[in-house]
């Protein structure tokens, strides 16, 4: 029996509906806002995802529209919106596009250029999901980025969670169809479908952190270790994914042992429960009924916790600490009080 052959293009087509079929990461009648900067990523996301969309051999019905910022730093920045504009029409997808000044929003809020602009983005996909009714947001990155971001992680002195580098799928809205492709296998089906992307120039300016890695970093530990770099920190990233899971379940029990009262601004835990704990999930509690409260960990750093977990050792009366404006721990009663400040 012959051996039917496909197109690389088709291969790459299938690797990507079998990472959206283990990840979950669409469903009959979702409605995807894809943010598509015109670059080589996102182009193919919105090529793959409109092929999947009109498959009916795959059979999975969803509706996208797209969603574009344009950052003003750059003078061909008209240019790349135009194009995911006409790519768009060309396949009848709604575009949505905003003109943001993101060094302007980085000088005033005095951030980098960088967070200024992923904000930017976020802030964006996030108003477009609202206007049109939409359920999640389809982000375009790789598995190139998230071995960057595991490095970046790494040389900030990250802890485990950092270590993960970039999800599938984050708060049940943000999923990433390309995240089981290299950049080579995205740059090879754009070529295979005679797409012709935008090229950000920036990405090979040396200023950011993240160009850094990507054009001087990863290139040398490819020449020097490890060629497969990429692939040993995407497997390193499922390792750690796995021992983390299992910690935060433990964490999670650990947390409802402890809980004496769960409210909107306040949490309260058993003083002596928790000073009977390891240091590792006493860190993991406190970070975890942080997140209760605030939603994320900023603005808590590895001195606060360990701060918080001295205090706690040292109970001698009413005593209280201040993270941060928003933060106040107070122990009281043989209780910790974990308290959001207004």
Known sequence: MK?????????????ITN????YNLINDGDKLVLGVSG????????????????????????????AHVNHMIREEAID????????????????????????????????????AGRNARYEFFDEILKLTNANKVAI?????????TILMNALRGSGIAGLRGIEPIKDGKYIRPLIECERIEI?????????????????????????????????????????NIVETLNRLAELIK??????????????????VKEEEKQIVLDLKKFNKEEKVIK?????????????????????????????????IGNKYLTPNKNTKILLKNHQIYIIKQS
Not at 19 to 22: Q, S
Not at 82 to 92: A, P
Not at 193 to 212: H, L
Not at 287 to 309: A, M, Q
């Open 3 to 15: 051996r039917e052959m496909y197109p690389k293009d088709v291969i790459f087509l299938n690797n």
């Open 19 to 22: 990472t959206i079929k283990k």
């Open 39 to 66: 670059g080589p990523d996102s182009i193919c996301m919105l090529d793959v995802l409109n092929r999947i969309k009109n498959d009916d051999k795959i059979n999975l019905k969803f509706d996208m529209v797209v």
């Open 80 to 115: 790349d919106e135009k194009f995911v504009k006409n790519f768009c029409e060309k396949i009848k997808i709604p575009f949505y596009s905003k003109s943001i000044d993101v060094q302007k929003i980085a000088n005033n809020n005095k951030i980098g250029t960088e967070e």
């Open 140 to 148: 375009a990155h790789n598995k190139n980025d998230k071995a960057e």
């Open 187 to 227: 740059e090879e089906y754009c070529k295979q479908r005679e797409i012709e992307p935008r090229i950000d120039r920036t990405n090979f300016e040396n200023v950011y952190t993240r160009n850094k890695i990507r054009n001087i970093v990863i290139p040398f530990i490819k020449q020097e270790f490890n060629p």
């Open 242 to 259: 796995e021992d983390d899971e299992y910690i935060n379940k433990i964490v999670r029990q650990k947390y409802l042992d402890m809980l």
């Open 283 to 315: 860190s993991r509690v406190l970070l975890y009924t942080i997140i209760k409260l605030f939603d994320s960990t900023k603005g808590i750093e590895k001195i606060h916790i360990e701060d918080i977990i001295k205090l706690c050792e040292n109970n």
